[in-house]
């Protein structure tokens, strides 16, 4: 565990980038947010010494909830998972237009 956060009242752990609760509904909301703000803005910088620590106060902030414990995680395996979630995602579930034959 990394962080360990309360919002509303429930309680969520971040680690390894994902989000755990017990309540569903927090947890997707957690998730879509962190998803919606790594994208957006790139997520902690690549220098940050606890990348959990940082993606959790700016989602809890956003959210209205606190952290409530913090253990600093492995630091190289915490920044490679987020090195990883800023790789850029392409969708490939339209195809391409094709060109008009000329007759």
Not at 25 to 39: G, K, P, V, Y
Not at 44 to 64: K, N, Q, W
Request: glycine share 6%; aromatic share 4%; no cysteine.
């Amino acid at each position: 565990m990394s962080v360990l956060a309360r919002v509303g009242g429930h309680k969520a752990i971040l680690r390894m980038g994902q989000w755990v609760s017990a309540n569903p509904n927090t947890e997707l909301e957690l998730n879509r947010l962190t998803d919606a703000w790594i994208e957006e803005t790139g997520g902690p910088p690549l220098t940050d010494p606890d990348h959990e620590y940082s993606v959790a106060r700016e989602i809890l902030r956003r959210m209205g909830g606190r952290v409530v414990q913090r253990i600093v995680p492995e630091s190289r395996r915490a920044r490679a998972v987020y090195v990883a979630r800023r790789q850029l995602k392409l969708k490939f579930t339209e195809p391409l237009p094709r060109e008009r034959r000329r007759r």
